[in-house]
């Protein structure tokens, strides 16, 4: 499957993007979703997850209150809604697709199967 993320952008401190993940299978319901992240520099990092049914999701404490993951199935979109931006939430963000059936959310990237481009986001202060 092939994975196209967008909607990334310059903000200031404070503000919200919202980012966009699109598949390209319909078979997009039946894998866990996860957004990550990598600064230059640092290691790719656990954003957010989101189970098959978006019924289960899972957030890394850096942004637990402040992200927001959720899909639509019928557009077979993944979305990352990001509120409250901070200067630190600057990086390349990256969606993937873990598409082992039955597997339990993760926050391993070696874990996905599939990965998009990635989009960048950039907090000023």
């Known amino acids: 499957v092939q994975l196209q993320a967008s909607g990334g952008g310059l903000v200031q401190a404070g503000g919200s993007l919202r980012l966009s993940c699109a598949a390209s299978r319909r078979t997009f319901s039946s894998y866990n979703m996860g957004w990550f992240r990598q600064a230059p520099g640092k290691e790719r990092e656990f954003v957010a997850a989101?189970?098959?049914?978006?019924?289960?999701?899972s957030y890394a404490d850096s942004v637990k209150g402040r992200f927001t993951i959720s899909r639509d199935n019928g557009k077979i979109t993944v979305y990352l809604q990001m509120n409250s931006l901070k200067p630190e939430d600057t990086a390349a963000y990256y969606c993937?697709?873990?598409?082992?059936?039955?597997?339990?959310?993760?926050?391993?990237?070696?874990?996905?199967?599939?990965w998009g481009q990635g989009t960048q986001v950039t907090v000023s202060s």
């Open positions: 993937a697709a873990d598409n082992w059936v039955n597997s339990p959310l993760t926050d391993k990237p070696y874990e996905y199967d599939y």
């Open positions: 989101i189970s098959r049914s978006g019924g289960d999701k």
